[in-house]
């Protein structure tokens, strides 16, 4: 991830920000959209969570059971996805 370092008046702008702030341009473009580090960490673990001993063990025993994939089939899945994905957009 790109690092932006704010200026003493930019940072300004976000002191006391509990929960985020849309981030705009000059002339009201939205540039994207500023979490606080706590706000992110929650959505990251929302999203990722941590995986578990068991769950761990789960999918290796499946893993071993059904076997794995090769590197073509891998291949051919994630460009699968990639299409379904950029069809959505």
């Not at 002191?15 to 000059?26: C, F, K």
């Not at 002339?27 to 500023?34: A, C, E, Q, T």
């Not at 929302?46 to 994939?69: D, H, N």
């Amino acid at each position: 991830m790109n690092r932006i370092v704010l200026d003493a008046e930019s940072l300004a702008k976000f002191d006391g920000r509990t929960v985020g702030a849309e981030v705009a341009d000059e002339h009201g473009n939205v540039i994207g959209h500023f979490l606080t580090a706590g706000v992110y960490e929650r959505f990251v673990e929302f999203l990722f969570p941590p995986v578990t001993k068991e769950e761990i063990a789960l999918a290796r025993r499946e893993m071993l059971a059904v076997g794995g994939v090769s590197t073509d089939e891998l291949r051919a899945g994630l460009d699968r996805i990639k299409r379904e994905w950029e069809a959505h957009r």
